[in-house]
Nanobody
Framework: QVQLVESGGGLVQAGGSLRLSCAASGRTFNSYNMGWFRQAPGKEREFVVSISRNGGATYYADSVKGRFTISRDNAKNTVYLQMNSLRPEDTAVYYC????????????????WGQGTQVTVSS
């Protein structure tokens, strides 16, 4: 099993940047594919981006492509989400997720979830 703790959320003006972090427990972090999801008020949770176990493969939702960058540091058991050119529509609770199956991340059905961190973008 793995436990996930997100950090780095906050309030930022449109056009600004934030970097989210997700720290994972355990000694098998490099066994897990990772992803970020978000849920805006009144909306369903949506996929944002995924990264494979060794970081060699990534996949972005069209809405964030070119603005967000996912990366991971397996030595630190941490995955990051660099968010640039933020827009008010990026306002949401952002969740980190993990699964040994890469397809589960893209399908929105990973086994492990963090508690989420709030990102608010003001106009």
């Amino acid at each position: 099993q793995v436990q996930l703790v997100e950090s780095g959320g906050g309030l930022v003006q449109a056009g600004g940047s934030l970097r989210l972090s997700c720290a994972a427990s355990g000694r098998t972090f490099n066994s897990y594919n990772m992803g970020w999801f978000r849920q805006a008020p009144g909306k369903e949770r949506e996929f944002v981006v995924s990264i494979s176990r060794n970081g060699g493969a990534t996949y972005y939702a069209d809405s964030v492509k070119g603005r967000f960058t996912i990366s991971r540091d397996n030595a630190k058991n941490t995955v990051y989400l660099q968010m640039n050119s933020l827009r008010p529509e990026d306002t949401a609770v952002y969740y980190c997720a993990a699964d040994t199956r890469y397809a589960a991340i893209g399908a929105g059905t990973p086994n492990y979830w963090g508690q989420g961190t709030q990102v608010t973008v003001s106009s």
